[in-house]
């Protein structure tokens, strides 16, 4: 009664009267093909006029929905939640420890500009060698000889030496450096003056937990420590313990000088490498450039040589260190490669049992779906709809994912030496968190919700529903690949194991117990 005009095709229209005056919630939604024909045939039937809710409230209904199927259908929520919070906290597990380790040296605030000088030597039979052992007078030299260098640091390899404080005595391990050392790395320091602690040849500076271990809670500061029972250094300075993600490792640092006057006979010559150097290059420099000229400098001062210099960034020494012939080869970047795979099908794999699982379960919902087409749902609205219900399955798995992270991560880092924890304020983990919920999300609910919403509603209210020829090849195809995967992996973990197992119980031809080796 209250239909002033005819409506166009795919316009709504409004009816004048009080139940829509009252309501104002509601609209009409559509009606069905059948009432459409009928109407635009001049035969109007208001009788099937459909209506529906709007945004906010049909949002609630398809929430109150997926609710409701999880409840109902508990044993396979139950193996798709889990299914998928399993294979999410190990591919998060794996991507926390690949996070770690490019972060290896990161928390320098100069890391752009530092470099670690290194060698190539080339044999007789052509081949290189490449190493990151240097001259003992190189360091000063060419900070005074490039303008592009603004800072530059010997840095010994591991010295353990036995520190004594009235009744105590450890050996500690520890590096002698350079005072431009504290000046080019942010190790933070509690105590003491970075810019100065390294300046007298009878200092030493020491970390919070070598402070704690000798002086409990009295100020370190300004105390003696004896090293080896004969010399005395005065403690000058007090640096938190190096973080974990430092490749450089170190309990105590010694001014450089000391150990050249102990080594003054062997360590002045320009054709005797037994330390490393690094160079921090000022903002303007030119990598490029500055490694051309330092190339050939071992030649100016040694007359035969097969030595070449070349700069190494910080920021790849960790990752990139092998070489081979002369050229980066890779280095531990090859196992995050490695594990990088290995999540990826994990969370992969994780997908496709969710999209099996899914759709297997889709002739319980048929009816449902033909419903909802027949009064006038168009597909695109469906497949909203159970991307909706996977993505809050998703979600769900998520917050299981992380408590089995919570629980699994002390043993993780028992098992790779590792530190690692779940920082729920770290923008950059929660983004990555967040990224790997959209991923799983899209790539598991996307297929069961184009499947599902496709259905023909005639088909299956007359219980004719069948699946096309392209639907069961595809979840075939998909079975196949779960299942290759899975032996790929299983394949692999056995033989790591066996490996493993095969070092560990291998006869090495003598008895290692109370065996030891002098260098």
Known sequence: SGLNQRPGKGQLFSLNCPFFRSRPDFFIFSCNHFAAARYYGMQPDLSVVVFAQTRPRMIRNYLVVAFRNISRNRLFSTVNIMGLAFGMASALMIFLWINGERLYDRFHVNVARIYAVMENQQYTDGKIFT?????????????????????????TWEVSNLFTYEQKSFYEPGRYVDPDFLEMFSFRFVQGDLHTALNEKNSIVIS??????????????????????????????????????????????????????????????????????????????DRKNFSDKLKHEIRAHVATTNVEL????????????????????????????????????????????????????????????????????????????FM????????????VAI?????????????????????????????????????????????????????????????????????????????????????????????????????????????????????
């Open 131 to 155: 190493f990151s052992s240097t001259p003992g007078p190189m360091a000063p030299f060419i900070r005074e000889k490039y303008p592009e260098i603004e800072r530059a640091s010997r840095f």
């Open 403 to 519: 408590l089995l992270i919570i629980l699994m991560i002390p043993y993780f880092n028992d098992l790779t030496g590792k530190v690692l924890g779940l920082d729920l304020l770290d923008v950059r983990l929660v983004a990555g968190f967040s990224a790997i919920l959209l991923f799983t999300a899209l790539a598991a609910g996307s297929y069961p919700a184009i499947f599902i919403s496709e259905f023909r509603p005639v088909e299956i209210l007359k219980s004719q529903l069948k699946s096309g020829s392209r639907a069961v090849v595809f979840r075939k195809f998909l079975v196949v690949l779960q299942f290759t995967l899975s032996i790929i992996l299983i394949i692999s973990t056995a033989v790591v194991f066996r490996q493993m197992k095969f070092m560990q119980d291998k006869d090495i031809g003598f008895d290692r117990e109370n065996l030891f080796y002098l260098w």
């Open 310 to 385: 070349f700069i190494h960034p910080l920021t790849e020494m960790y990752l990139y260190g092998d070489f081979e012939n002369g050229i980066q080869s890779g280095g531990r970047i090859e196992y995050v490669r490695t594990f990088l795979v290995v999540a990826v099908f994990v969370l992969f794999i994780a997908c496709i049992n969710f999209m099996n699982l899914a759709t297997a379960q889709a002739t319980k919902r048929a009816k449902e779906v033909g419903l909802r087409k027949v009064i006038g749902a168009a597909p695109d609205q469906l497949f909203r709809q």
């Open 208 to 285: 919070s937990a070598m402070a704690k271990k000798y002086f409990g809670d009295d100020l370190p500061l300004g105390k003696l420590l004896v090293m080896n029972t004969k010399t005395s250094f005065v403690v000058t300075g007090v640096f938190e313990d190096v973080p974990h993600r430092s490749s450089l490792r170190f309990q105590y640092l010694l001014p450089f000088q000391v150990f050249w006057d102990e080594n003054i006979n062997w360590l002045d010559e320009w054709d005797n490498n037994s330390i490393r150097t690094f160079v921090m290059l000022r903002a303007d420099a």
């Open 388 to 399: 909706g219900e996977s993505f809050l399955t998703v979600c769900i798995s998520g917050v």
